[in-house]
């Protein structure tokens, strides 16, 4: 459950709704989960909960984040649709 808290965690502080995204379509169920392994094997996330206390709205997550990419598009991508 902690990998999932700190990747809905990193996609508020982007901006992004994870859970919105899943049910809009937008990320399937297997991308979900690779984000959650890829927050898992990330030597970072153990300094993660402190960077997302101290950064409640950024544009983008930070470069040692593993989803910086996929969050990024999911903004993108709901930008577009809107």
Request: hydrophobic share 35%; glycine share 4%.
């Amino acid at each position: 459950m902690t990998h999932l808290r700190l990747v809905l965690r990193m996609g508020r502080a982007t901006g992004v709704d994870v859970v919105a995204a899943h049910r809009e379509g937008r990320l399937s169920h297997e991308d979900w989960a690779e984000m959650v392994q890829s927050c898992r094997a990330c030597d970072w996330a153990g300094t993660c909960p402190e960077w997302l206390d101290e950064h409640e709205r950024v544009c983008d997550a930070p470069e040692t984040c593993p989803n910086r990419a996929r969050l990024a598009e999911l903004a993108a991508r709901k930008e577009r649709d809107e």
